[in-house]
């Protein structure tokens, strides 16, 4: 089964705008962490925003937050005041307990328009 | 601080042939771990170790071999190369639960 689903292939966002990218997450462990990482068109994975399972608040790291619904098992990212150097794939990605391997989702594309 | 440092950048090959991907990582991490992205995927765990002279599989282990004799490398080996794995590896190493750094990438193509 998934561990980790983003639904939303590919996304437009006018430059100025918010966007929210979908993120929804399986695990039966309480003890879990979840992740944003961006990757630009040069390749490279720059980690975004780390929320974990027992922190109370949503995690804000400047533009970027995470929307944490833990019932819902969602952990949806807001880009807030899109730029066009926001354009790029978003990956969601979890930890579980003690294990410290990355499970990732498939992925959304942002496309930020002038 | 170099941080998690992947050679080579790119690469082709031709079917059948050998392979040593390199990742050094400088910031003394216990946790190391091989990836493969394929084109507009998501990263799939190939191996991973948890300490000098320890390996295990990931989710996708077939085809590749490695090694960690130090805490600093964790070369990734492909004997036997095969267009299925055309892909762009990334290494990452982490020594907490949160804190993850990963290299640029090796772009490989088989063919």
Redesign the interface.
């Known amino acids: 089964a998934q561990k980790?689903t983003?639904t939303q292939p590919g996304m437009f966002v006018q430059e100025k705008e918010a966007v929210t990218l979908d993120c929804t997450y399986d695990t039966s462990d309480p003890s879990y962490?979840l992740?944003w990482y961006k990757q630009p068109s040069s390749?490279?994975?720059i980690?975004l925003i780390?929320q974990?399972s027992y922190d109370q608040q949503n995690a804000t790291e400047g533009r970027y937050s995470l929307n944490f619904q833990k019932a819902r098992k969602s952990a949806n990212l807001v880009i807030s005041a899109s730029q066009l150097g926001d354009s790029a794939m978003y990956?969601c990605?979890m930890?579980e307990g003690n294990d410290?391997?990355?499970?990732?989702?498939?992925?959304t594309t942002v496309t930020v328009r002038a | 601080n170099a941080g998690v440092t992947q050679t080579p950048k790119f690469r082709i090959l031709k079917i059948g042939q050998s392979m040593t991907l390199q990742c050094a990582q400088d910031m003394n991490h216990n946790?190391m771990?091989w990836?493969r992205q394929d084109p507009?995927?998501?990263?799939?765990?190939i191996y991973?170790s948890?300490g000098a002279g320890i390996t295990d599989k990931?989710e996708v282990p077939n085809g590749y071999n490695v090694s960690r004799s130090t805490t600093e490398d964790f070369p990734l080996r492909l004997e036997l190369a095969a267009p299925s794995q055309t892909s762009?590896y990334?290494c990452?190493s982490?020594e907490t639960?949160?804190g993850?750094t990963?290299g640029?990438?090796t772009?490989l193509t088989v063919v």
């Open positions: 980790i983003q962490g992740f390749g490279e994975m980690f780390y974990g990956f990605a930890r410290y391997k990355l499970s990732f989702g498939a992925g | 946790y771990y990836y507009g995927m998501g990263l799939k765990l991973y948890v990931g762009v990334f990452a982490s639960s949160y993850y990963f640029s990438g772009r």
